[in-house]
């Protein structure tokens, strides 16, 4: 390996690790250096629109798996009556933007539209498939379609049983094709649901353009309502906006392990919120190394704090010795491998050349995925060997770049 490459990595692991065991150095005194650094990647907006009691506010809950109360803390008002909320909140992998329902008495949208219209990367309009006075959320997509053809739509039904029968369940497995080109025959689905549906995606007819229109039937219930799962067709509601939004938000299910799910899950979206603000940095030619490495630190303590773990001096040289030069290798097998290979012998000069946006995010988001797995590991009181590690870093740092790099080459189009 190129000596300088190798003194430039080693650089990045002594700023790292000075910043992560810093007694001196709290998450305020990172978030100063982080804006410092100039700001954050391109976070995917979803824009919530619809009707009162639609179902907004589920939807963000069941995605976020925030809890009512922190939905409600968690808002922050964007114009006078729309908000905006950040998942994971502090270094955001989405961002949901919610609109007052349509429809509503003395409610101008215009405001909020226009705000929503220059912030979002993708509409969900949420509708009760009960409710077929629709007209309002009708009438603002095909006006939003209008000056945005090329714009996808994604719009989801809610209330499903509603329409059931006395005593019927929902229809298992989830019926609808992931990609919403077909629908189950109408005899296989309860009551007037099939009907409905129908109806109200005939009501809507064709909007302007020739970009996608997806639906997606959901049912968001409680417990105590027996209906089960509880979040019926939120799998297809995740596999839309990951299709239209180009961005990867969840963590893979391994049904086996359901605790082991619940962690990864969470970490995952706080790995891909500090992926993303990694990359805004990255391109930054002289205080890029210490930014990056400050929201590194940030994802490592916020990594240690879901698993219960603190970065001790000890744990935190054992993490990175395991790991070692396989950040290196990785990173130059990564490069390489898209054609950059040209780019190394520059990097012994500026840290600049080394932290390209896309590099910087996706460096940043297999850290994160080796210190998630080393991290349960330590909490389960497994231990994993280096080639284990630098395997997960290595399989990390690729999946990585099908989506944290195509984010960074520019604003939305």
Known sequence: MDKSVQQT??????????????????????????????GQASVPVVWLLGKAQAGKSSIIRALTGSPAAEIGNGFQPC??????????AGAPAVR???????????????????????????????????????????????AVRERHPEWPLLIAQTGLHELYP????????????????????????????????????????RPAG?????????????????????????????????????????????????VRDLYARTAHQHITGYALSAAGLGALPVIDLVAVSAVQAKLLHSLAHLYGQRWSRRLATEFLGLLGAGLATGMLAHMAARGAAKLIPGWGQTAGALWSAGSAGAVTFALGKAAAAFLAAHREGRSLDAEALRAIYRAALERAASWIEPRTRGPRQ
């Not at 933007?97 to 219209?117: K, N, S, V």
């Not at 992931?178 to 005899?187: A, F, K, M, N, S």
């Open 9 to 38: 990595w080693s650089d990045a692991l002594r700023t790292l690790r000075r910043i992560l065991l810093d007694p001196a150095i709290d998450t305020t005194e990172l978030d100063r250096i982080v804006r410092a650094g100039g």
């Open 79 to 88: 114009t006078r009556t729309a908000r905006l909320y950040d998942h994971p």
């Open 96 to 142: 949901f933007l919610d609109t007052r329902g349509l429809g509503e008495l003395a409610y101008d949208p215009d405001e909020d539209i226009r705000y929503c219209e220059a912030q979002a990367h993708l509409v969900l309009a949420v509708m009760k498939v009960a409710d077929p006075a629709q007209d309002a959320v009708f009438d603002t997509l095909h």
């Open 166 to 205: 006395a005593g019927a369940a929902h229809v298992l497995p989830y019926p609808w094709h992931h990609d919403g080109d077909r629908d189950p025959p109408p005899h296989r689905l309860p009551g007037e649901l099939g009907r409905a549906l129908a109806a109200q995606r005939k009501r809507f007819g």
């Open 210 to 258: 020739g970009a996608e229109v997806r639906w997606v039937p959901i049912d968001l219930t409680l417990p105590e309502d027996g209906f089960a799962p509880c979040d019926y067709g939120l799998e297809a509601l995740w596999c839309a906006i990951e299709a239209l939004s180009s961005v990867e938000l969840r963590e893979p299910q391994d049904e086996a392990s359901a």
